[in-house]
Nanobody, 118 residues
Framework: VHVVESGGGLVQPGESLRLACSIGISIYSLNNMGWYRQAPGKQRELVANIVNGGGTVYADFVKGRFTISLDRDKGIMWLWMNSLKSEDTATYYC?????????????WGQGTQVTVSS
């Protein structure tokens, strides 16, 4: 298993959660590392992304509330989620793409459920 998410759960509106993505392959072979989410009946959408050696990108609906970060030494990508809203309820997925001389590979985790409800 190349990427594994953890940290989801049930919280009330306004509370915080931290998601972790354990990346089991060399960080230095990766191009993009990001978090996506999918709510029931909706398409999967980008939440935040880190470009290796570059910057970060956030979806408008999480700007100012969520922060993505990468611990290169430990191979863990974090998603810090603050001021959670009911509309943030979804399954959150970790995604990385690996660039090799032989081609590219995409890896998705199994997802972790985040439920925001009072």
């Amino acid at each position: 298993v190349h990427v594994v998410e953890s940290g989801g759960g049930l919280v009330q509106p306004g509370e915080s959660l931290r998601l972790a993505c354990s990346i089991g392959i060399s960080i230095y072979s990766l191009n993009n590392m990001g978090w996506y989410r999918q709510a029931p009946g909706k398409q999967r959408e980008l939440v935040a992304n880190i470009v290796n050696g570059g910057g970060t990108v956030y979806a408008d609906f999480v700007k100012g509330r969520f922060t993505i970060s990468l611990d290169r030494d430990k191979g863990i990508m974090w998603l810090w989620m603050n001021s959670l809203k009911s509309e943030d309820t979804a399954t959150y997925y970790c995604h990385v793409d690996q660039v090799l001389t032989t081609g590219t590979n995409d890896f998705w985790g199994q997802g972790t459920q985040v439920t925001v409800s009072s």
